[in-house]
């Protein structure tokens, strides 16, 4: 008998979101759990979902625990304590032009710790050299920077604050199959490095087959399957295959693994 509790990191239930008359999604229901890397496919509404779930938007109606908390209906203050646990890597990467990378890393330290300047910097050294990215690196600014060493940098600031889940939004949209295997590559070493649970909404079929644990299809303003990359290849559903028909950049990979 399995007696291992229950505890997902985010829980959803009954979940809308419309613009105006426009549907996004309706009555989602699903869990993220602890330590996994889940990836959310599929069609529009992908990044609105992930926004709802790090408390960047409020959804039209229904629920989302994150960590066991209600967190729809909170206030800004009241969801600082939960903001300090998530890390967030945004489709563009968001980073400062007007600030170095160390700087831009440096952020979230300022902003939710009372360390002194020079550990903050020490922080912020040892996450751009976990992303990979060289002391020289952190102090040229953003548009100095090819736009895989941008994402890198992008993520370094989203782990700044070692955060319990991670949210990367599109990490190997507009970069080469070379950059997108490496970062690939970096979010696993991360995963394997700081143990946070990973929710990426993606577009890269490759990047599935390599990454995620487990994968969710949106469509239609529902959740069409979920399961691992095997098991929704395997499908049956008709709108499942169509989707999830093609190759993948680390096939080597995956046939270690089955």
Avoid: C
């Avoid at 938007?57 to 009241?78: C, D, Y």
């Avoid at 507009?174 to 690939?184: E, I, Q, R, T, W």
């Avoid at 709108?239 to 093609?246: D, E, K, P, Q, T």
């Amino acid at each position: 008998m399995n007696t291992t509790p229950y505890n997902p990191v985010i829980s959803a239930r009954n979940l809308d979101m419309r613009f105006g008359s426009k549907l996004v999604h309706e009555a989602l229901d699903f869990d993220i759990l602890r330590g996994e890397v889940l990836d959310i496919v599929g069609g529009s509404g992908k990044s609105t979902l992930l926004r709802e779930m790090a408390m960047l938007q409020q959804p039209t109606a229904g629920s989302i625990h994150l960590f066991g908390q209600e967190t729809t209906g909170l206030s800004e203050q009241q969801r600082l304590p939960l903001r300090r646990h998530l890390g967030v890597l945004f489709q563009d990467g968001a980073l400062f032009g007007g600030q170095t990378i160390l700087e831009n890393i440096a952020i979230p330290l300022k902003e939710h710790t009372r360390l002194p300047p020079a550990l903050i910097n020490e922080i912020a050294m040892i996450k751009l050299q976990l992303a990979q990215l060289s002391p020289a690196d952190g102090l040229l600014y953003p548009n100095q920077l090819s736009g895989g060493m941008r994402k890198r940098a992008a993520l370094a600031r989203a782990i700044a604050l070692d955060p319990q889940l991670l949210f990367l939004d599109e990490p190997t949209s507009g970069l080469d199959p070379l950059s997108a295997g490496a970062l690939d590559e970096l979010v696993l070493r991360l995963k394997a490095t700081l143990g946070p649970t990973i929710v990426i909404v993606t577009h890269d079929m490759e990047s599935l087959w390599y990454v995620a644990d487990r994968v969710m299809l949106l469509g239609e303003g529902r959740i069409l399957a979920t399961g691992s990359m095997q098991e929704l290849a395997e499908s049956v559903d008709p709108l499942v295959r169509g989707f999830f028909r093609g190759g993948h950049r680390h096939s080597a990979h995956w046939e270690t693994q089955q």
